[in-house]
């Protein structure tokens, strides 16, 4: 517990379990004292080394974050697997925008998407089912690296890692949105929002990481928390015929959050991971209870002055469900089958 307030106020945990596990994965070596740096002198020894008694109270945990992240920078980089080396070494690229359905992100085959009078494209696994969302992209399917990836970044509180993956969806978002002729400064991201609970336990704040590695592939896109949720139990430990209800009503936009900007066109709510869907159904229903409030851009006096229509709301994912059945012919995808469970 005081590991998960420490790692809470000062930025990732890297327990000894974390460590060893990138150990056990092969050519990189735990990381002792002389790695912590420890046993180092002069230019080797980081920056940090500063004395503690002269820090006030009141800026301490944002110095020690700032210190951990220069940490991370400077030696977790040198000393385990980055992201680039593991996605050269398992071959792995996104998955192609032209593969997927731009509507549920479902890997289709050719002339398999459809675009209908009003210019909404559907696939045979999303046609007819009502999205929160307008479109949805994600790198792809939760499993293998990325699965392992996700997992890291989240239990370990693994910065560095989380923004090279979020450079990635940033890049597969760009790709898009030049689709959609929507420039990055017309667009907010929006972490999927985790509790101070779940903060604390983990160490960081998982989304938060991931979305501001988006940014960095879009630039002028802003960050808003425009949502606020309440703690449940996790859906990992819910069965998936239950996880709509364990979700349900447990975001809701914040009373006082700022309307969007006006010039802005399209917002996508960021997260990890999205199996049965009901978590990002969720938070799209709270983004669009934002937008539907005087202050949110439609019919108020603040964000509606000058804008044009109410901003699209996307879905971005770095993972999703694994859809091998779909590719392989075969008569359903687990994918649709999840995203009917919503
Ligand atoms: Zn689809």
């Not at 809470?8 to 735990?30: I, L, M, Q, T």
């Not at 929002?193 to 988006?214: A, I, Q």
């Not at 091998?324 to 994918?335: T, V």
């Amino acid at each position: 517990m005081w590991g998960g307030v420490l790692g809470w106020c000062a930025g990732p945990r890297h327990s000894s379990a974390s460590v060893n596990k990138r150990g056990k994965a092969g050519k990189f070596k735990d990381l002792g004292a002389c790695d912590l740096g420890l046993g180092r002198t002069g230019s080797e020894r980081p920056r940090y080394a500063t004395s503690v008694a002269d820090r006030s109270a009141t800026n301490l945990a944002s110095r020690l974050a700032a210190q951990w992240i220069e940490f991370e920078r400077a030696w977790l980089g040198l000393t385990t697997p980055p992201w680039l080396v593991r996605t050269r070494e398992a071959a792995w690229r996104p998955q192609p925008l032209a593969d997927s359905c731009p509507r549920c992100a479902t890997p289709v085959g050719a002339f398999e998407v459809e675009v209908d009078a009003k210019g909404r494209f559907s696939c045979p696994e999303c046609r007819g089912l009502r999205l929160p969302w307008d479109a949805c992209v994600r790198l792809g399917d939760y499993d293998g690296l990325l699965r392992d990836a996700v997992a890291e970044v989240k239990f370990t509180a693994w910065r560095s890692l989380g923004r090279a993956i979020g450079r990635e969806l940033g890049q597969l978002l760009a790709e898009r949105l030049t689709q959609a002729g929507v420039p990055p400064e017309r667009v907010a991201l929006v972490p999927m929002p985790t509790t101070l609970w779940r903060r604390m336990f983990r160490g960081v704040d998982h989304t938060l990481v991931l979305t501001r590695g988006v940014r960095e592939r879009l630039p002028g896109a802003s960050i808003v928390r425009p949502i606020s949720r309440r703690h449940r139990p996790s859906q990992l430990d819910v069965p998936q015929s239950q996880r709509r209800a364990n979700v349900a009503k447990s975001m809701a936009a914040r009373p006082r959050a700022a309307e969007p900007a006006a010039n802005i066109e399209v917002i996508i709510v960021v997260d990890d991971v999205m199996t049965t869907g009901a978590t990002m159904r969720e938070a799209c229903r709270a983004v669009r209870q934002w937008l539907a409030t005087p202050s949110g851009g439609r019919g108020g006096e603040g964000g509606s002055i000058g804008r044009k229509a109410t901003p699209k709301v996307w879905a971005a994912v770095v993972a999703g469900p694994v859809a091998e059945g779909r590719r392989d012919g075969r008569a359903q995808s687990d994918a649709a089958t999840q995203i009917e469970d919503h």
